[in-house]
């Protein structure tokens, strides 16, 4: 073994380092706790330390003085025996035994150990007296509290919130239970009661556990075993944080020898002897000698005699043990003074303390003078046990309250009283009286009055207990923040009697909310800034776009040669390109504000499957593709759901499919599954053979700006949303997307959206009128079309699309001089663009509404033009006066099929006089 070295040099002499082991040694032992000591095996002091100098005296420290002198001389011997018997193969030993130090005893436990080739023992001792004394003390009081029980006929119970009955041995003894049984159901103890006197006690406890008020009940019980016993059970509640009971704590009493005595006295001849002998009490009647002269049944049996064994005897024969404050107080009434006690404390016979409740009295004879004593005692020791439980319940609670912030205020109605259990000075500028607490106070931060007047007010009506959140200003303008909750009981006419509330402080937890919700509104800006500048950017790109790909659609139509042809197709295909980028941008930034919305109609499923692939297989196709599409019968027919968002869906899977396919096939499937309870989903299904993805990442690529890998971004382009988007319409749909692939062989994308059919079968004879194709090129010649755009460049865009369509073009370049045109011209239809400078484009349809109904003119169809197409801006377009929108950048095909769609709606209203069905209450989406 090897040891720390000292620092110590290494040239230090031997004589130096012996000193430094000695001093440190010294030290250690001096700083040690317990009594330390090294002995001989004769007991004989060597070295002590400072606490074994304490504990035996200076003497008991000094060289050859014997550990044996102060043992107990009924254990010196086997101590000494002890210390021989220690050696290298006995090195230990653990003992206890008493010192006797002068006239004091201290009971030891010592350990001692051999110290090997020095024959010295080593004795720690540790002095345990004032624990052996506690626990004596506790095995004491523990055996009294049993004798109390056994010899009083007493007994303690606890009744919880769940109304279980736990008692101690007496009280089981007394009610007649067994005590290894489970804890008796107060429902089932009101059974063992005298019927007519079970309401009375259900009340008690009902008013003990809701008013909070202490339990005094006498009542008659029948047994398990088939007696009868007259019983006295008294209690207090206890309080919980919260302000409510949480259980009943108290004593029972078998009053059985006092029933008895109170027949029997029934039957007496003398009224004062019936009256004293049948008291419910203990009472007892002296002479001025004390020689007892009556005396309750109580009273005697409370001394365990017989009425033969107490009258006529000096009651300090039968009671020797009286105290003399008592003995000074008979005295006193002797001499005619009136005396009283509430909780008298004194030590009983049995070696216990206990408490009385007494009064005593002089009471005269004939002649007027004095002609004994008259008392009256209670045994109030289980009542004031309960109280000081109860306050020392309150104490814990108050400190539980402290380091929680809560306080506790009470209202007592009939008395006008406020009781309080807190530091109410952290919560209030002032101490809450019951006037500031009901009608409230100055120091009510005044936002908040109102609110707490109406609460109370609406308890107060027959409202529910409330909780309110609510702040008080001290002098010094500093505010916290309260929760509190408040009940009101009431008495049974139903005006108030009590009112609870618990507090607690909050003021760091509204902190922490004001915190958020500032860093809340912070990003709600944030949102709308990112969302306006989308939306402004999205029309900025619009607009050019505009005219880039309306300029690249008419350039296509003339004559080109095949290098020119490819190079204007090259322009349209990276507009287009463009535009689905901004149009991906703009739905998911309005998706992740949750700022969009459904239109939930009626409308022909198949037609609307059908006419989103058809969009697709052109695009496919152009690609080498081939396009396989099977549309169940089970879509045939009318349905309601949003067509435009389940369109979006499958428009955005198709483009994902033909984007990532080179070679091979896409195919598309389409039905209508029946669910339980008639609930019906639309089941689509977008397969492709294009380069597909790992199976690990089938939930990933529905994350945002996320592909199959970085290559994916850098072959194909996009952003990585249209999966994301796709996932959210849906889900918002209440449905299901889920993707299954292999990287290589192509994959497959399946969606499940909740829909339900029609149920006005007229309706698709209705669709099928609306949705007519129309002839484009005749069908809108020499029509009169007024245009309102303040871009030249759009003016150009759409003189260039309308060339050679035979309409009357008229140009505003702004919206007012839209309206004075529009009021001083006749017109078959309005494109009215929306964004522009001296009127927009929403005040000029406005007005121009106006001013077709001030002079009764029917309504001219108008179609709003803006590179902002969300729903919101549709719709306010709507609620402006449009007919319908159209989107920028405008398609050629898209704004024939508007104009033709409205002009013939203008020839049918000028010529037809039938008005079976109204067009304009029907919604046609561009």
């Not at 609406?458 to 010094?476: I, K, M, S």
């Not at 009697?497 to 509204?510: G, L, N």
């Not at 869906?649 to 339980?676: C, M, R, Y």
């Amino acid at each position: 073994m090897t040891s720390t070295p000292l620092p110590l040099g290494s040239g230090s002499p031997p004589e130096v380092i012996e000193q430094c082991l000695a001093s440190a040694t010294e030290h250690f032992m001096n700083a040690a706790s317990e009594a330390f000591a090294l002995i001989d095996q004769d007991g004989r002091v060597v070295r002590a330390n400072i606490a074994y100098r304490r504990l035996t005296g200076p003497a008991g420290g000094a060289h050859d003085a014997s550990i044996l002198s102060y043992v107990d001389p009924d254990k010196r011997e086997a101590v000494r025996e002890t210390l021989r018997a220690l050696n290298d193969k006995s090195p230990g030993r653990t003992t206890q035994f008493r010192f006797r130090i002068g006239n004091e005893v201290r009971l030891i436990d010592a350990e001692m150990s051999w110290m090997g080739p020095s024959g010295l023992i080593s004795f720690v001792g540790r002095d345990v007296t004032r624990q052996d004394v506690l626990e004596r003390e506790r095995q004491e009081t523990a055996t009294a509290r049993d004798a109390v029980e056994q010899v009083g006929d007493i007994g303690h119970w606890r009744a919880g919130r769940d109304f279980k009955l736990q008692c101690s041995p007496g009280a089981s003894r007394i009610l007649g239970l067994d005590p290894a049984a489970p804890p008796l159901v107060l429902t089932d103890l009101v059974e063992m009661i005298a019927p007519e006197e079970r309401e009375a006690v259900v009340q008690a406890a009902r008013d003990a556990f809701e008013k909070r008020k202490p339990v005094k009940q006498t009542f008659s019980l029948r047994r398990a075993d088939g007696t009868t016993r007259m019983i006295r059970v008294a209690g207090a509640p206890s309080i919980d944080a919260r302000g409510q009971v949480e259980a009943m704590h108290g004593v029972v009493v078998d009053k059985s020898e006092s029933h008895v005595a109170l027949q029997a006295a029934l039957n007496a001849d003398s009224t004062v002897r019936r009256f004293v002998q049948s008291a419910p009490m203990s009472i007892c009647m002296c002479d001025n000698d004390l020689r007892v002269m009556m005396a309750s049944a109580s009273w005697i049996a409370e001394h365990g005699l017989t009425e033969s064994d107490v009258l006529g005897r000096n009651i300090y024969e039968i009671q020797s043990w009286i105290p003399e404050k008592w003995r000074a107080m008979h005295r006193r009434v002797l001499r005619g003074e009136a005396m009283s006690h509430e909780s008298d404390a004194y030590d009983s016979p049995r070696g216990d303390q206990r408490w009385l409740k007494w009064s005593a009295a002089p009471w005269f004879n004939g002649d007027g003078q004095i002609g004994g004593i008259i008392a009256v005692h209670e045994d109030v020791t289980a009542i004031v046990k309960a109280q000081h439980e109860v306050e020392s319940s309150k104490e814990r609670m108050s400190f539980g309250m402290a380091i929680t912030q809560m306080m506790i205020w009470e209202l007592d109605f009939e008395m006008r009283e406020t009781y309080i259990e807190g530091d109410w000075k952290h919560f209030f500028p002032q101490r809450p009286s019951f006037d500031s607490l009901t009608g409230g106070d100055s120091w009510i931060h005044q936002s908040d009055r109102e609110m707490l007047a109406n609460k109370w007010r609406a308890h107060l009506a027959g409202g529910a207990p409330y909780t309110a959140e609510y702040r008080v200003t001290f002098a010094d303008n500093r505010e916290i923040w309260h929760a509190a909750s408040i009940r009101i009981l009431k008495t049974v006419k139903g005006s108030p009697a009590r009112a609870f509330a618990v507090i607690q402080d909050i003021t760091a937890r509204k902190h922490i909310e004001l915190k958020a919700m500032e860093a809340e509104q912070r990003a709600l800006v944030a949102a709308a800034a990112k969302s306006d500048f989308l939306s402004n950017m999205s029309h900025e790109i619009r607009t050019p776009l505009n005219g880039v790909l309306a300029v690249s659609e008419v350039l296509l139509r003339t004559q080109l040669d095949e290098r020119q042809g490819e190079m204007v197709r090259l322009i349209s295909t990276s507009g287009k390109t463009l535009l689905r980028v901004m149009d991906d941008l703009v739905e998911f930034s309005r998706l992740e504000g949750d700022d969009i919305s459904f239109d939930v109609r009626p409308f022909e499923l198949e037609e609307a499957v059908r006419n989103t692939c058809e969009a697709a297989r052109t695009r496919a196709e152009a690609k080498g593709l081939r396009f396989d599409t099977f549309i169940s019968a089970s879509c045939d027919g009318v349905f309601r759901a949003d067509p435009v968002r389940i369109g979006q869906v499958l428009g955005n899977l198709l483009n994902n499919a033909v984007k990532f396919t080179d070679q091979g096939h896409i195919g598309v499937s389409a039905t209508v599954e029946e669910l339980a309870e008639s609930k019906t989903q639309l089941r689509l299904s977008v397969t492709d053979t294009g380069v597909g993805f790992a199976p690990e990442l089938a939930e990933r690529i529905f994350e945002r700006f996320e592909q199959a890998d970085i290559s994916t971004s850098r072959r194909y382009g996009g952003l990585g949303l249209g999966l994301s988007i796709v996932k959210r319409l849906v889900e918002l749909m209440s449905g299901k997307v889920s993707a299954s692939s292999k990287e290589g062989e192509g994959s497959t994308f399946e969606v499940t959206i909740p829909i339900s059919r029609d149920r006005i079968a007229a309706l698709g004879a209705l669709t099928t009128v609306a949705v007519e194709d129309f002839d484009a090129e005749t069908s809108i010649e020499n029509l009169r079309l007024l245009v309102a755009e303040d871009n030249p460049m759009n003016r150009r865009v759409v003189e260039l699309l309308l060339a050679q369509s035979g309409l009357h073009i008229t140009f505003a370049e702004n919206g007012k001089e839209a309206v004075e045109k529009f009021s001083t011209q006749k017109f078959d239809l309005v494109l009215m663009d929306l964004q522009m400078p001296i009127m927009g484009g929403l005040a000029a349809m406005r007005a121009i509404r106006a001013w077709e109904t001030e002079k009764g003119r029917v309504p001219t169809p108008m179609l709003a033009v803006s590179a902002n197409a969300t729903d919101d801006h549709v719709q306010e377009a709507k609620e402006a006066g449009a007919d319908d929108h159209v989107a920028k950048p405008i398609v050629r095909e898209t704004l024939f099929e508007a104009i033709a769609r409205y002009a013939r709606r203008t020839a049918q209203t000028s010529t037809a006089d039938d008005t079976d069905f109204d067009l304009d209450e029907f919604d046609i989406a561009v």
